[in-house]
């Protein structure tokens, strides 16, 4: 479904910042997703060379460890990138990395070299690969983000983000070209942390991040996860953020192709599923988000999650126990 985005006289005011209750969606949102990151290659690259993780029907990542380079995606301005900087592409867009600004410029694949603890001029140090998340909000989450997002080591608020990048040259440097789990762990906490803050910057804002900066509905979200077992009729989620039925549903539908009732039925699963595996049972699980019937709760549950509760619950033990040191 797709929605054509125009301003109405009766659209909610924009909020000017994220508030603390706006942090607490979009963390809860983003962590809720069950990510996967895999590094495809690691190492450093001098000379004209040419890097590339399109064509694979995947979400990327390319990481700047050292030296500079430059980004190029057909239609648009070639984007230099520095030690630290950070390209993630939530779809799989055209695109390469070379050494040089023009595009035009010559350029192949060459192997890529183990990383040096002193990179002479001229070298960059990459770390390439590919990254997945799943779950009820995956759509909603991906469809909020550009094809491509370039997070910068001179933002101040990437500025934590810097121990995670210095760990990951020492881990590569350790590794050679040979990817660890240690660096998938790395950089999947890269991607985390690069997608909160994207989601907070007004630059990076689009589907579902600006219906949050609309006045009253953080506070109605996060009103929602700390009661999910309320009704929340669509009326009384109106009346909450000052607007009639009618605008209400247009303004949830532009912002992440959901309806409201979509979307809530999506946030009470999810947070049912967070209890059960957790260790609470199916009932308490199921009433903790307002079911008293199981057989209602089975339904919608199944409908969101792909399986019966008492089957995920299953397969999500299981699968901790062959985690688990000893098993």
């Known amino acids: 479904m797709s929605f054509v985005r125009q301003r109405h006289a009766t659209d909610a005011p924009v909020e000017p910042a994220f508030d603390a209750q706006a942090d607490r ?38 990481l700047i460890l050292e030296g500079r380079c430059w980004l190029h995606m057909p239609g648009r301005a070639s984007v230099q990138l520095a030690p630290r900087d950070g ?40 770390a390439c690969g590919f990254f997945s998340f799943d779950g009820p909000f995956r759509d909603v989450v991906a469809n909020a983000f550009p094809d491509c997002l370039v ?13 995670l990048f210095d760990l990951m040259r020492s881990e590569a440097q350790r590794a050679g070209t040979e990817p660890s789990v240690a660096m998938d762990r790395l950089a999947g906490l890269l991607f985390f942390y690069g997608l ?14 600006t219906l949050l900066r609309k006045r009253g509905f953080a ?8 009661s999910p077992e309320n009704e929340w009729s669509v009326a009384e989620m109106a009346d909450r953020v000052h607007l009639s039925r009618t605008a209400f549903f247009r303004q949830f539908g532009e912002a992440c192709d959901q309806s409201p009732q979509q979307f809530l039925l999506a946030l009470r699963m999810q947070l049912a599923a967070r209890r059960m595996a957790q260790g609470e049972s199916i009932a308490q699980a199921a009433q903790a988000v307002g ?29 901790h126990r062959s985690e688990t040191p000893g098993h």
């Open 25 to 62: 969606v979009v963390d809860w949102l983003l962590g809720s997703l069950e990510w996967d990151a895999t590094l495809f290659h690691v190492g450093q690259y001098c000379g004209r060379w040419r890097a590339s993780t399109a064509g694979r029907a995947r979400a990327s990542f390319h």
């Open 219 to 226: 506070q109605l979200l996060a009103d929602i996860l700390q």
């Open 196 to 209: 909160r803050h994207a989601a907070h910057s007004e630059l990076h804002a689009q589907g579902f991040w």
């Open 291 to 319: 079911y008293s019937s199981y057989a209602a709760f089975s339904r919608a549950f199944k409908r969101v999650m792909g399986e019966q509760p008492g089957a995920w619950q299953r397969t999500r033990t299981n699968r």
């Open 87 to 126: 390209v993630f592409l939530m779809r799989d867009v055209p695109h390469f990395l070379s050494p040089y600004a023009d595009a035009g410029i010559d350029c192949a694949p060459r192997a890529m070299q183990p990383l040096s603890t002193t990179p002479a001029i001229g070298e960059t140090g990459l």
């Open 151 to 163: 997070l910068r080591a001179d933002d101040l608020a990437m500025a934590s983000a810097a121990t």
